[in-house]
């Protein structure tokens, strides 16, 4: 059973950065390749990032790119997304996800993620 938990998130000057962590507390983390995806209000869920189960792939938004790092520490069962130089347009509802049954091309397809967390709150102050 996969249970994501994310925590790292609250209140950032524009400009500043935030590091996000996605805990599982199941023994299978290494079979999934994880993904961080957002919600604004108002807005749709969007794609943020994507690794692969052993960390050697990833894959941005275009919005993030440069900016956002995901990594993944399968020791520690944790995925991490690293927010540098945040904008207030990054304000959003932060949730990790797990994809089962990946085979190396990482999706930004919110339907092919199996398992999400409860989100935490990321807020830019401009």
């Known amino acids: 059973q996969v249970q994501l938990v994310e925590s790292g998130g609250g209140l950032v000057q524009a400009g500043g950065s935030r590091r996000l962590s996605c805990a599982d507390s199941g023994r299978t983390f290494s079979w999934y390749a994880m993904g961080w995806f957002r919600q604004a209000p108002g807005k749709e869920r969007e794609f943020v990032a994507a690794?692969?189960?052993?960390?050697?792939?990833?894959y941005y938004a275009d919005s993030v790119a440069g900016r956002f790092t995901i990594s993944r520490d399968n020791a520690k069962n944790t995925v991490y997304l690293q927010m540098n130089s945040l904008k207030p347009e990054d304000t959003a509802v932060y949730y990790c996800?797990?994809?089962?049954?990946?085979?190396?091309?990482?999706?930004?397809?919110?339907?092919?993620?199996?398992?999400w967390g409860q989100g935490t709150q990321v807020t830019v102050s401009s």
């Open positions: 690794i692969s189960k052993s960390g050697g792939s990833t």
């Open positions: 996800a797990a994809e089962f049954g990946n085979t190396g091309v990482l999706s930004d397809y919110s339907r092919r993620y199996n398992y």
